[in-house]
Structure formats: C-alpha cells, structure tokens
C-alpha cells in the first residue's frame, strides 16, 4: 500500500508539472468566529496559484435548506467548510435526495457537482436561474448479414438498439443519455417558489415515439423552513415535485440510475423534522403524502410507447414516513429507515385492456404495494462516497399502480414486465440491494492538506445492484435472481482532458445464464478547467452478448435486432 501510495502520489507530481496547474497549500486559518465570511471566488479561479481558494459560504443542511436560528444573522458564527470543500460539493442531507438535487446523469469519474452554488439567504425576496444540460448524439453500429452490392456492410441507428435503458434492470448508463432542466427560485430563507422545466429528449431530437420526454412544467413547489428552536428546524415542501430514498450517488440516483428504496413523485407534501441531538449528531424524520392524479379519459391512449397513456390505470397516492441519524464531522454518515406505501381505489372506467391478458381492468382490483428499506450513506470526504441500500416490497396487482419509481420502473405496468411478471397482474414479493464506492486518490493521499480539486487526480469507482423474486405468480419470474456490477477508472491529467475506462456485468436471469452479457466503455471527457462546469464526453461502447440476450420492456429488442456497438458525443452544462 505504501508503494502504490507512493507510485500515484509520483504519478500526481509528473501531471502537476506538465499542467503547471498545481493548486495545494496548507489548510486556511479560522475564520473569526465574530465576522461573516468573505463571498467566495469562482470554484474555477482561487485567488492565489499557489494557496488554496478562500472558504466559501457553506451551504446549508438538506441540500440548500438552510438551517436557521430564531437569533438575529449577525449574531451567527459562521461555520467552517470542511477540508478541500469546492463551492456547490455536498456538506449535509437528509433521508432522501432533495427535490434541489441535480437530475441528469453523473459524469465519469463523479465529477458533477450541483448546478449553482448556495448563496447566503436573507429575509430579502430574491430571484434565481439555475439549470442542468445535457444531450448525446448516440448512434448503435452493427453488421448486415446479407448486403448488397448498394449496401455498406456496417449500420448506424438512432435511436440506438442496445439494452441500455435509462434505470432499466439491463441497463448500465455506460453511454450516457440526455437530461435538459430550468429552475427558477424566487423566495428568501423562509419561503420559496421553485418552478422546474425539463425534457429528457430535446426538441431537436424527438422522434414520433417519444414524446412524453417533454415534460415541460415537470415539478412546481413552495419551500417553507421554520426555525423552531435553536435546535429544530422543520422544513414542509407542498406542491409538484418527487423525492427519491435509496440513492447510492453523492447526488443522485448512482451509477445504474434506480433509486434502491422508491422514489415517489406527484403533487402533495413532504414534512421534514431535523432535530440537533448534540454538536455532531441529528435525529432526522420525514412524513409526506403524495397523489399522482394524471387519470387518461375513457377513448384515450393507449400508445405502447407513451405507456403512461392508459384509460384502465385509475389515479394512485403514496403515503410514506422515513426516521435516521445525520452523523456530521470531517467523515459524515446518514442512516435511514423508510416505509412506502402506494395505492389506488378509484372505481372509474373499469374498462379491460385487450394488451394485458392476465388481468380483467373491466373487474379491476384496487392495487398496491408496500415497500420496506434501510440505506447507511458516508457522504463524499477524504475516504471516498460510499452508499449502500436494501429494500423489501410485497406488491399485489402492481401493474396498475402509478406516483412511484421503484427501482427504475416509473410505473406499476412497468415494474411488472421486468420483475414481477404479468400473470397475477404484478403480484409478487422483491428484495432489492445495492452499494457504490466512489474514491478520489488526491483527496486521500493528501489528506490532511486540503486538495481543492485543481490538480490531477485519479478516481475509482466500484457498485453492484442485486435482487431477488422472493415470490410471484408468474413461473417465469418466481425465484429469479438478477445482479449487476461494474467498476470505472477516471484520470485527470491535464485541467481540459480526462480519460475514463468502465466494465460492467449484467446478469438479468438466473433461470437462463445465457441471458447476461459484458459492456466495455471507454471515454475521453474534455473540460475547460479543473473545476468547469461543463463537458464533452466522446465514448465507445461494446456488448458482447449472451446466446439468448435481449432488451426489456418498453424496447423488447430481441438478440437479433440488438446492435453490439455505439458511439456518443455527450455535451453539457450546469449553473
């Protein structure tokens, strides 16, 4: 260990002076305990070359919720960020990920870091413009079997057919998809509106098949934060918005993009309790009920693409209650326990549905599904980001259910296709698990110097997803075990270019091994500065399929229509 320490720590060195970028000094002085903070300089500039930058306002408990005190600012001693703190990086949350949280996909190497920086909140009313973008050109390649003299050999498709579906139980995101979000703040440190527009297919690029990715006015919500006592702060969200438990990314839903415990999302409200037990230790509890009421009238849909468009789903709740501890320090650690459960009773347009042959809607049966889970979180320091998640969930008629993601499937018919099986309508018992481990090496082995991220580094990452079909009425689906893994490896050398080099392994059938397959995927993501806010990716990416691999529903590509190759220039920007 100490020669490998020794060998990267060298490694660092060679690119600190072929960048002539180096930006390491000693830990800055506390600040006066009597004098606020200076604002903080650009994360991209410090002031000096040759010392770190200045402390930055930290940002505030769950996300940007800033934890008030009934005494005046002023009075306030300012906290000190922790060490290599980089303006916008993570210091505190709650139970579940915050409705500020970005939603894209993660960049290799974990180099996403909010969109916007927190600024100080006053009683002033104050107005905010913050976003994330990111689109990818991403065409799949194979071989023809048979062309003609007229035909090249090689094909190129877009969309792409691969099994690679955002979330999905085969996918891996190992090429990277398009994400585009507005937010718009308007409020002070009491109250606050936040209006969210989003799509994940720009405009430009939507086909016929797609166009539920428009989610225009996707979330609209009020932020109210109530300082109780000097000790308890509340902090009540109502409106359109969705929460997410489980997630095994620093800021979101991790590598493979499903959230382990449930993520629910329609209009209603979040009530959250952040309690201070002691200097270093929270008592955190969260209670909220949530209606996705998005009913489809009777003659309208269904489009086996646009799968939310279905007459017979009637309109569904979520009620849900979550209870852990916010461990604080220079390692902090959050424990959640959580409970889900999501139903419907609505008696209109009993109507059956000639595509699902397994289940009569014209004598519909009042669906739910129950979930239990637990995650333990150590949020991003100089031991790495590490998250791991486990969940229970007893469903019944699950793929009539609407209002929560449960491991990447956003409805209940979807759900059922891929875990639960479509005899019994989704009836069925899961247990779904999941770790990430995220580690920078400069942190680490510079610790405890600060790094402030303007230098090379290199960072590894290892996650694994597991599940098991504890029951189901479907015989193909009963017993079924499917699990994923994988590991990535980012370098960045220069301030403008990193490579990155990633392997997974999908196993979605245990009744059928010949359905897994291998995913290689190297990347070479370019930047204009060790801590720029934004990117362009260029990456390759091969399958190499099993006898008897497919894709999954909604693209049911069977082994012969799926492509082994893909090439994708991902581009993006947040603020």
Known sequence: MRRLSELLALVWALGAIVTERAAFGQEPPPANPDTPPAPPPSPEVPEKKDAPAPLAKPPAAEEEKPALSPTPRAQIPPALPPKGYIPGSRRSIGLGLSPFAPSGPTLPGGATIPFSVPA?????FTFKFSGFMSAALRLSMDERERATPRQFETTLLAPPQTPDLYGAVRGTNAPQGSWVELRFDYGNAYVKAVVKLSTWKPSAGETWRETTSQNFLNEAFLLFTAPVTSDLTLNWTVGAFRNAYGSLGQYGAGQYNAAIVGSPFGVGETLSAKYKL??????????????????????????????????SRPSALVHHAHVGLGIEGDVPFVLGLHYL??????????????????????????????????????????????????????????????????YG???????????????????????????????????????????WGEGPDLITSVFANVGTVIESRDPSFDGRTLYKLGAEATYR?????????????????SKDREESFHVLSPKLVFRSNWNSHEHVTLSYTRWFYGAHSHGEAPNDFTREELDNQMLALTFGMWW
């Open 120 to 124: 100080e909140e006053s009683s002033e």
């Open 409 to 451: 499937a956003d409805t209940g018919e979807l759900l059922t296709k891929r875990l639960l099986g479509q005899q019994g309508g989704g009836t069925g018992k899961l247990l779904i698990a999941g770790f990430e481990y995220n580690f920078s090496w400069a942190k680490f082995l510079w610790h405890p110097t600060a790094f």
């Open 493 to 509: 050398f220069f301030s403008w270019l990193a490579i990155s080099g990633r392997y997974d392994y999908v196993s979605p059938n």
């Open 278 to 311: 002691s200097s270093s230790l929270s008592l955190i509890a969260e209670h909220g009920l949530m209606g996705r009421f998005g009913k489809v009238p009777l003659g309208g849909g269904p489009n086996v693409y646009d799968h939310d468009a279905n007459p």
């Open 341 to 406: 459960y999501n139903f419907a009773q609505d008696e209109r347009d009993q109507v059956d549905d000639p595509k699902t042959p397994f289940l009569d809607e014209g004598l519909r049966p009042d669906p739910k599904m129950t979930v239990l889970g637990a995650d333990l979180r150590m949020i991003n320091n100089h031991l790495g980001n590490f998250a791991v998640a486990a969940s229970y969930a007893d469903a019944s008629y699950a793929h009539l259910l609407t209002g929560m993601n449960y």
